[in-house]
């Protein structure tokens, strides 16, 4: 068999080899492409929406208005996604197909990723890349639900791609494309920022002098797109994502081994010594490769994995951020790097081997995933609303402990009869309000003096591991047990129902009017 690294002196015959070459790489990626899409779409509707993919459904459905002021005063994280769904809805709205927008973002990344690694390496890299991301777990359980994060991952790769190409060949389309997709990936997640801040240190770092002067303006460009981003997070702060933990160890642990296809610890090892040549590659140090292309390139892939990890979880220790979804956008920088620390083995049986090592333990991980959640058990929001449409009576009023928590509610009650919404409840249909808080004591008094049967829906409601559910659920329960005669709960993944029945002293629902909701304490935002 003829050698492929051999220099081959015919034109001719070169241009030929590269177009088998290409038409060759682009059955490969189509494969993958088909065999990535077959894997998410695979059980998409398995599971239940739960507590954030409802909260992302319902935002896409809110009116421009309101649509505005809650992007604006909450949930400005990931707003190109919800603006995004707001069209994808108007197509269907089965789980399924809710769902398909995500699947889509993470099936395209498959191809820009072999591109990535193509234009960083070679083929070979490109290939090996994409093939590691097509069966990654992590990213396939993500690549399901109805949030931004596979969108995420797609825009930060071509964000990466187009940088590469910039430094390589700083043309107007490539600084565009590169502007345009950092930009946007912001949009989808605020932690696109720290990416883009890798890139920039990797030309600082690894002092590329000879990047162009227009490269450099890309950094003003995304900077002044990303504004408004930018000061919605100095304006609110760790507000919104105040419930958090402090990361330690463990969690780093756990993060890892998710990132790496959640196959348990063996998988990591490999992944880890897969990994090693490239790294060796990165920091390896002599006075003439300073400025060594080629270096700069795994270089690259190492503070892409590293900085973002480390700066999280320096600010963490002040500011709790550290959430394992959050750097889902590690994935195809740690593909990437295994791909090409294999190609650099020097044996390619050694290579052969580690990829079948990495691809056989990758669908272990894979087939975990079908059969539970990955990073955090969901709610069954789906059992939980036809447990109440299918008891509720007319008359009957329910109140969410969580306002968010109406959202993935209404999403399966559609346009089903049911029990009247009285908190969160500001106008006949949903607006920005009814999106945070929580009822406060005097409406929660006033509520059985009006309805004869309550129904009450508590999620989110748990103040840590084995401590139970917070002040205010505990208040709910003690006030309601007082007021009603009765009551019976139901228990579901992650949401508890309860109904009460018999008001001592309640008057007929319809000689009261409904009363307003009023919010005690700003609820978290959706995660």
């Known amino acids: 068999m003829a050698n492929p690294d051999a220099v081959i002196e015919n034109p001719a015959q070169e241009t030929q080899i590269l177009r088998q070459q290409d038409v060759i790489d682009g059955v ?95 083929r070979r890299v490109g290939l090996i890349a994409a093939t590691l991301l097509t069966v990654n777990a992590f990213h396939i359980a993500y690549s399901q639900e109805a949030r931004s994060y596979a969108l995420f991952v797609l825009l930060s790769t071509l964000s990466v791609l187009y940088f590469v190409r910039s430094v390589q060949d700083p043309s107007p389309h490539n600084r565009r494309m590169h502007i345009a997709a950092s930009a946007l990936a912001v949009y989808a997640h605020f932690f696109a920022v720290l990416l883009i801040v890798t890139e920039w240190l990797s030309l600082k770092l690894y002092e590329r002098r000879n990047t162009s002067q227009p490269l450099r303006r890309n950094w003003r460009w995304i900077a002044g797109l990303s504004a408004p981003i930018l000061i919605f997070v100095a304006v609110t702060g760790a507000g919104p994502l105040a419930w958090i933990p402090r990361p330690g160890l463990h969690d780093l642990y756990r993060l890892l081994l998710w990132l790496t296809g959640d196959a348990g610890w063996i998988l990591l090892l490999i992944y880890a010594l897969i990994c090693l040549p490239a790294w060796m590659a990165a920091i390896q140090r002599s006075p003439a490769q300073a400025t060594d292309s080629n270096r700069w390139k795994y270089s690259l892939l190492l503070l892409w994995l590293v900085f973002p990890l480390a700066f999280i979880i320096l600010v963490s220790q002040l500011r709790p951020l550290f959430l394992d979804r959050y750097f889902l956008f590690l994935t195809p920088g740690l593909a990437l790097t295994a791909a090409a620390g294999l190609v650099r083995l020097p044996s390619k049986w050694l290579t052969a081997l580690g990829l079948a090592l990495l691809f056989v333990f990758s669908f272990c991980g894979l087939d975990s995933y079908y059969a539970r959640d990955y990073d955090l058990e969901h709610e069954d929001w789906r059992s939980a609303t036809r447990y109440v449409l299918d008891r509720a009576q007319p008359g009957d009023a329910i109140i969410f402990h969580t306002g968010m928590g109406r959202m993935p509610y209404e999403y399966y009650r559609w346009d089903a009869p049911g029990p009247l919404v009285i908190f969160p409840r500001h106008e006949e249909s949903i607006t920005f309000r009814d999106f945070y808080g929580h009822p406060d004591e005097a409406f929660l008094g006033a509520a059985p003096l009006r309805y004869s049967r309550i129904w009450v ?71």
């Open 28 to 122: 490969a990626v189509a494969i993958l492409t088909v065999i990535a899409g077959a894997l998410r779409f695979l059980h998409i509707s398995k599971k239940s929406f739960w507590f954030d993919e409802g909260v992302s459904v319902a935002i896409a459905r809110l009116d421009w208005y309101n649509l505005a002021r809650l992007l604006w005063r909450r949930e400005a994280n990931m707003s190109l996604y919800y603006l995004l769904l707001k069209g994808w809805l108007h197509l269907g709205h089965s789980e399924a197909f809710i769902r398909a927008l995500s699947v889509l973002a993470a099936v395209a990344t498959i191809p820009a990723l072999y591109c990535l690694g193509r234009q960083l390496f070679d």
């Open 457 to 527: 829906v508590f999620s989110h409601n748990q103040v840590g591991l084995g401590l139970g559910p917070d002040a205010l659920s505990k208040r709910i329960l003690q006030m309601f047990a007082t007021s009603y005669a009765q009551s019976q709960a139901q228990s579901f993944a992650g949401v508890e129902v309860y109904l009460y029945s018999e008001s001592r002293g309640a008057a007929s629902h319809n000689s009261l009017p409904i009363p307003p909701s009023p919010a005690s304490s700003s609820a978290p935002v959706s995660r």
